[in-house]
């Protein structure tokens, strides 16, 4: 049974605010109750700084980077200042420049050496002014194995962007107009122990829930894990990468709580499948919202 409060004494506690009232008895975030509710808000449209900012001279090294300022917002509503949080995979660093910004104590684990040192330099050029960034800890080897060094129900939220199989094997429009062209990277790596190289989707699908049944272990009880992922195309077949994984971790007791359409409005539109079949510009990734059902 939920535990009853006096209602006068609830009104007493809660402090007023600028930006809505802040609860006490919150123990997921420190957000005021006007900050909380939109954020619970299904669909999200994209925040990237722009193809002009002088920070993403780092980040568009990598051929898959998720913004940070996406990232940080998944952070402000799951934890609270100075707690805990893990990416089993880091790629460019975007988590730990957003815990960062918001105060909070990060640990990144990649596997690419290259992309852990400019996640490193990425700290170091992009965060000259914050005050913690050095709490944030880079951690450089397979997450496979690095997680078992971690200490179990040692972190307050996890939060990453796996591979999507080895769609950055296929050479769409996108890479050859736009990474190519700039000699940028267009694969994670040739490590033969990097899930972007795995070729059968099984096999990749059963190898990203051991990990993240790893991140589990790590995990407080109770707390929450946001995987960012999507859907794609395996030649003419429609892989729903999302719901094929999520099925995977409710067996290990990551427990779906909700989903969020990430829009991508500004990704550029090619002519996939014109003029003979319907092929879909995929603009959208999906959160998965997931809670660590451990007691």
């Known amino acids: 049974m939920a535990e009853e409060f006096d209602k006068d004494e609830i009104v ?14 919150n123990k997921l975030n420190d957000l005021t109750s006007s900050e909380w509710i939109p954020e619970t808000i299904s669909v999200w449209n994209q925040k990237g700084l722009g193809a002009k900012h002088p920070d993403v001279k780092i980040e568009k090294q990598h051929p898959a980077p998720f913004s940070f300022t996406d990232v940080a917002r998944l952070i402000r509503f799951f934890t609270k200042e100075n707690q805990v949080v893990l990416d089993p995979f880091l790629g460019i660093g975007s988590t730990l420049k957003a815990c960062a910004t918001e105060r909070r104590r990060g640990i990144g684990i990649e596997l690419n050496p290259k992309y852990a040192e400019l996640s490193k ?4 050029t992009e965060l000259v002014d914050s005050s913690n960034k050095s709490e944030q800890v880079v951690l450089q080897g397979d997450s496979r194995e690095v997680l078992d060094t971690l200490e179990d129900n040692s972190v ?3 939060v990453t962007s796996p591979p999507y199989w080895n769609i950055l094997h296929k050479e769409d429009h996108k890479v050859k107009q736009e990474r190519k062209k700039h000699s940028l990277d267009t694969k994670y790596s040739d490590d033969e122990n990097d899930l972007g ?17 790893k991140c589990a272990r790590v995990l407080k009880p109770q707390k929450y894990m946001a995987v960012i992922v ?3 195309r395996d030649k003419s077949k429609y892989i729903m990468f999302h719901s094929d ?4 971790l409710d067996f290990v007791g990551l427990e779906i709580r909700g989903l969020k359409v990430l829009y ?11 003029p003979y079949a319907y092929v879909p510009n995929i603009h959208n990734q999906y959160i998965l919202i997931l809670q660590n059902a451990k007691k």
């Open 12 to 25: 007493e506690e809660v402090s007023n605010t600028k930006k809505g009232k802040y609860d006490p008895r």
């Open 121 to 124: 330099e990425r700290m170091e």
């Open 156 to 158: 307050d939220f996890v």
């Open 197 to 213: 190289n795995i070729d059968d989707y099984d096999t990749f699908l059963d190898e990203l829930t051991g990990i993240l049944s």
């Open 230 to 232: 999507s859907d794609f």
């Open 245 to 248: 994984l999520a099925r995977k």
């Open 264 to 274: 991508q409005r500004h990704k550029r539109i090619f002519p996939y499948g014109y």
